[in-house]
């Protein structure tokens, strides 16, 4: 499943995510891009699909950093506040001002 405002706009935000063969698939975005609040969620069908994945989510937090936030506070909240974790086939990117508890409790399921 893929949850975000617009579903079919996948690629718009994260290209060539859509091609990748995976288990299941989340991703939560804010309403206003002034938001720094996103999270997405990935397990690969192939571990050797997860380099690939943590490039594109990274390609999404270059993308805001390089202006795509628009507005100073969000485009620092991108900078000093995301991250890209994985365990196993799993590959989660984390926007937002709390992203290392999130990273902690994302660890702590495995």
């Known amino acids: 499943d893929i949850i975000t405002v617009l579903p079919e706009m996948l690629d718009g935000f994260f290209p060539g995510l859509s ?25 690969v069908a192939d571990a050797a699909d997860i380099d690939a994945v943590k490039e594109i989510f990274q ?4 993308a805001q ?6 507005y100073p506070e969000s485009i620092l909240g991108w900078e000093n506040n995301s ?3 994985t365990n196993g086939n799993f590959v989660m990117m984390i926007a937002w001002q709390f992203c290392d ?4 409790d994302f660890n702590a399921l495995f």
């Open 65 to 70: 950093v390089d202006g795509g936030a628009w």
């Open 59 to 62: 390609a999404r937090i270059d």
């Open 19 to 43: 091609a990748i063969d995976t288990k299941q698939m989340l991703i939560y975005q804010p309403m206003m891009g002034a938001v720094v609040c996103e999270i997405a969620l990935a397990e």
């Open 101 to 104: 508890d999130a990273v902690a």
């Open 83 to 85: 991250r890209i974790v």
